[in-house]
């Protein structure tokens, strides 16, 4: 049951991060570029709808996944390496604070911020304080997804060390 949990474990936390990356890469980028690309007035409006929409999935998911990664590692990998199996927690624990405080803080304050703004962002002036807001409180959106994505890789990196195959012992190999 512990090999089914930890191989479930890890294909989570690597199915998380690939999309994640494929967010963060590709289809945000390209959302924006193309609708940019069309000359439509609130381009920026309407692509980063989507964006917020997509990355609530994203955040929501990985604060799952990383949960579910933290609690279930307090009941398997007992013979793992003390430092491997602390490093695989703390960075699950980063990952889950990262995604939450992307979700539930910074997303809900630019929220916030584009409804009282009134207006679709496109149409905000870029020196207008909510706007400065606004594009400081994306930088940090970014910020902490790639802050939780490089969480999921160190915690994918510990628990992959720790389940090498055990060495066979010499009456095995007669």
């Avoid at 949990?5 to 890890?10: A, E, G, H, N, Y």
């Avoid at 939450?100 to 009282?116: C, D, K, N, P, Y």
């Avoid at 496109?122 to 207008?128: F, K, N, V």
Wanted: net charge positive.
């Amino acid at each position: 049951m512990n090999s089914l949990i930890s191989k479930l474990r890890l294909v989570l936390l690597a199915a998380w991060l690939g999309v994640a990356m494929f967010f963060g890469v590709w289809v945000a980028p390209t959302l924006f570029g193309v609708l940019r690309g069309a000359g439509l007035e609130n381009a920026n409006t309407l692509a980063g709808t989507m964006v917020n929409r997509l990355l609530g999935i994203i955040n929501k998911g990985g604060f799952e996944i990383a949960l579910f990664g933290l609690v279930t590692a307090f009941f398997i990998n007992r013979q793992q390496n003390r430092i491997r199996r602390i490093a695989e927690m703390i960075s699950l624990a980063i990952m889950v604070i990262m995604t939450a405080v992307g979700q539930w803080v910074i997303a809900a304050r630019m929220s916030a911020l584009r409804t009282s703004m009134q207006l679709p962002i496109d149409q905000i002036s870029p020196g207008d304080p909510r706007r400065i807001a606004f594009d400081n409180l994306h930088r940090y959106s970014v910020l902490l997804l790639s802050i939780a994505m490089l969480a999921a890789v160190a915690a994918i990196v510990c628990s992959r060390v720790s389940h090498k195959p055990a060495k066979a012992s010499p009456h095995e190999t007669q």
